[in-house]
């Protein structure tokens, strides 16, 4: 499977991206306004120093006269260190200031004109107004132009661009953080529901029934019907091996019983001895055939297994009378040693368990020899022993004897599928129990224990 990034990844990636694109907006936006308003207070303060010098403007003896005020230039020095020029200024004649400094194109009378250039180097903004005074009977046109550099407004635009920069990075790591709490709660339902299916046993095929947001129930209704068309599949496939199991055993023991109806009938040795193969064929595929499809049905049964309150001795001594025919063809006797212990499980499951572990004992057991079936009660478990006069479990690790198709090694010549004690494993660990194998103490035979927690 190909795995990318996740939801959330993605959708904390688009909305970091987003948040950095809306940083940005707000960093230009407010550089913007700064610089707008760094030069708005400018221009007002140049407006009125301008306005400031041209209302001291007089006539004396028919000459236009002028006295600087301080506190027209005493506000431009408030605002900052920028320097300031100026010229008062009628017609070409300069009557004071710097001859040199250039003056915005005329306006309205009495009306102040805004201009920027560069002076000296540098770049000012310059202000100008236009007054007339009555020098003698003379109307004498005086322009009055104010100008600063402009070294402050850019570092007080510089100052507040700096500050909305750490104020927009601020808000990008800010809005990543909440980003990703918002993508984690948005996806909460589903991350949900994905743990109450993971939650679920393999075979808990129940419909989700659970509040979820609108936009999951097209989920929740496909998710739904797959689980209700698995639930049939697994009803059919139960169908199918109980009723392949019939099947299956029901032409192979017809076919045994005919071969030893013919095998009592014939008097050639050569006849019998063929009889006595296919005899031991049809035994050996009715059994290896019975154990596949008792692992087949173990395997679908666990999933929703039962758990009802059993006697495991009960269960035992049915087992053992179900097994006491082919005990009885070996003359092999089960000797029974039981002691009530209430366990909770699947009674067939457990049947099929302990059936597998004692058709085990029968087969390795020579013949003339006694199985034993013990339970008793050990701590907080019940234990289920069987016991055999056989050969053993071998040499090898018993737990590889659990595995499937693993067989001992001292058992070669003994028809066998290799299948009872991963049946019988596969239920008990479906149960919460264990299997324990060893060889008896004696040095004679196996003692397989099936543990099971008491109810």
Known sequence: MIHTASIGQRLTLLLAGVAALLSLLSWGMVRSLAAQAAAHTQDNVLAASATTIAETLRSEQGAVRLELPYAA?????????DRVYYRVSSGDTVLTGYDDLPAPAPGIMGQVVFDTGRYRG????????????????DRVVVTVTVA??????DAVI??????AGILSVAFFFVAVALSAIAARMSLRPLNQIAASVSRRGPGD?????????????PLLTALNRLMERLRLSLRRSEDFIAEAAHRVRTPLATVRVQAEIALRTVSDETEKERLRRIIRAVDESARSAGQLLDHATVAYRVEELARDRLNLAELA?????????TASMREIHLALDLTPAQVR?????????????LDNAIKYSAEDTTVTLKVETVGSNAHLRVLDEGPGLGDGPKELLMERFQRGGNIAGVIGSGLGLTIASEVLRAHGGHIELHNNENGSGACVTLVLPLA
């Open 317 to 325: 001594a049915q087992s053992a009378a179900g097994m006491e025919p």
């Open 148 to 153: 600063q550099t402009r070294d402050g407004v």
């Open 122 to 137: 540098a770049p000012i903004r310059l202000a100008s107004v236009m007054r007339v005074v009555l020098a003698g009977a």
């Open 205 to 217: 095929l129940r419909p989700l029934s659970r509040a979820a947001p609108a936009d999951l129930a």
């Open 345 to 357: 499980g699947d009674a067939v499951l457990l049947d099929s368990a302990i059936r597998n572990v």
């Open 73 to 81: 230039f005493a506000m431009l020095g408030a605002i900052s260190e």
């Open 158 to 163: 510089s100052d507040i661009s700096r500050l």
